[in-house]
């Protein structure tokens, strides 16, 4: 009898170290598991932050662009021209140049923007392409397009005066929900 309890003292000390064996086994790889779960969110964490920071720098860069853009185009079709500036076949070239890059470094980076605000800048490009084309159709100097030109001069001014501050108006406000800043009242 004796080596019976012997042999079941021996028996339930290989279970019960058995049993720790496992549960410390066991808890291991819990916080193994717990260390993976937690690199891998830490991972997750900084490519979101990086993406996060590039969509900011990419709209920063188009905002900056579309500034540029207006301050060339309002220069260009500003009704009332100044003494002294750069002559309007200067100023369109200058226009077209600054809207050129705005366009560009849109279409190279759109992946970054929301459709929404995709959709808008393509109507604004496609708008003051077609004003730029109407615009420079006609000869400022010919007489016998006078009104034409004029008209068309003033549609641009018009469409500039309008599209161009909405959208400036629309990527300030998408940039500023980005950034977490509460709009104001």
Not at 57 to 76: D, H, N, P
Not at 150 to 178: H, N, V
Request: with cysteine.
């Amino acid at each position: 009898m004796n080596d019976a309890l012997a042999w079941l003292g021996v028996a339930g000390g290989i279970a019960g170290g058995a049993a720790a064996l496992y549960t410390a086994t066991r808890a291991r790889s819990i916080e193994r598991y717990r260390a993976q779960l937690k690199a891998e969110g830490y991972e997750h964490e900084v490519r979101f932050a990086r993406l996060h920071e590039r969509r900011v720098e990419i709209i920063a860069e188009i905002y900056r662009k579309l500034v540029r853009a207006e301050r060339a185009f309002g220069s260009w079709v500003n009704l009332l021209q100044e003494a002294g500036e750069p002559t309007m076949e200067e100023k369109g070239s200058l226009a077209a140049g600054a809207f050129n890059d705005f366009r560009t470094f849109f279409l190279e980076n759109r992946i970054w923007l929301d459709q929404d605000l995709c959709d808008r800048i393509a109507q604004l490009d496609r708008e003051l392409f077609t004003s730029f084309i109407d615009f420079t159709t006609y000869r400022r100097d010919d007489p016998n397009v006078h009104k034409e030109y004029m008209d068309k001069w003033m549609s641009t001014w018009k469409k500039t005066q309008e599209l161009i501050p909405a959208l400036r108006t629309a990527i300030e406000g998408r940039f500023r929900e980005m950034l977490g800043v509460a709009p104001s009242p």
